[in-house]
C-alpha cells in the first residue's frame, strides 16, 4: 500500500510501539533507561498525532486513494486552508498547524477533544513541547513519566477519534 491510508497505518503501529516500550519502562529499575524509553515515547507520541492528522487531511481533501506518496514531493501536497490562503506543507513537523487545518475544515471537529476550542486551556503546553528540541534532544534531558504518559494518552484518543468521528 502506497496511498495515503500508510498514514493511518503508521499512527497504529506507532500507537501500539508506545504501548509496549511503556510496558517495558515499568518494568525497569535504572532511572536513566526509564528516561532513555520515556524520551522515545514522547518522541513517538507526536509521530501518532501527526500520522493520523496527515491521514485526515488526505481524507478530508478527498486525495485519490489510488494516488501513491511515493511519486510526490513537499510541493505537490500542500493543501489550502479555507480560512487562510496559506498552504499547509503536509511533510512538515508541525502538528499545531495540521490541527488547525483540520479544525478550519471539518465540521465534526467539536468532536474532537484535541480540536475542541477548550482544548486550548489544557493540551498546548504538551502539544508545543513537541518540539525539535524535545524530539531530537541527547539522553540527558529527563521529562516526567506522568507527561509523557498523558500526551501518549492524548495521542491514542486523538487517533481514536479522528478515526470514529472524521474519517472512515
Given amino acids: 500500500m ?3 491510508l500508510v498514514y493511518k497505518d503508521s499512527a497504529y503501529r506507532i500507537m501500539f510501539n508506545c504501548q509496549e516500550l511503556v510496558k517495558v519502562r515499568n518494568n525497569l529499575a535504572s532511572n536513566s533507561e526509564r528516561n532513555m524509553i520515556n524520551l522515545n515515547v514522547f518522541y513517538l507520541a507526536g509521530h501518532i498525532i501527526e500520522c493520523i492528522s496527515s491521514y485526515c487531511i488526505y481524507e478530508l481533501s478527498n486525495y485519490p486513494r489510488s494516488s501513491s506518496l511515493y511519486s510526490l514531493n513537499e510541493s505537490t ?3 489550502r486552508n ?4 496559506s498552504v499547509l506543507q503536509i511533510y512538515r513537523h508541525d502538528i499545531e498547524k495540521k490541527l488547525q487545518w483540520i ?9 474532537v477533544l484535541l480540536l475542541d476550542k ?3 486551556k ?5 502539544v508545543k513541547s513537541w518540539n525539535i528540541k524535545t524530539r531530537y534532544c541527547n539522553n ?3 521529562i516526567s513519566e506522568n507527561d509523557v504518559d498523558t500526551f ?13 468521528h472524521i474519517t472512515p
Avoid at 82 to 85: D, Y
Avoid at 122 to 126: D, E, L, Q
Avoid at 152 to 164: D, F, G, M, P, V
Wanted: charged share 15%; glycine share 0%; net charge positive.
Fill in 2 to 4: 502506497s496511498s495515503h
Fill in 77 to 79: 501536497v500542500a493543501f
Fill in 82 to 85: 479555507r480560512q487562510n490562503p
Fill in 103 to 111: 479544525l478550519c475544515n471539518c465540521r465534526s471537529s467539536k468532536q
Fill in 118 to 120: 477548550t482544548y486550548n
Fill in 122 to 126: 489544557v493540551i498546548p503546553s504538551i
Fill in 140 to 142: 540527558t534531558q529527563t
Fill in 152 to 164: 501518549l494518552n492524548i495521542a491514542t484518543k486523538y487517533r481514536s477519534e479522528i478515526l470514529q
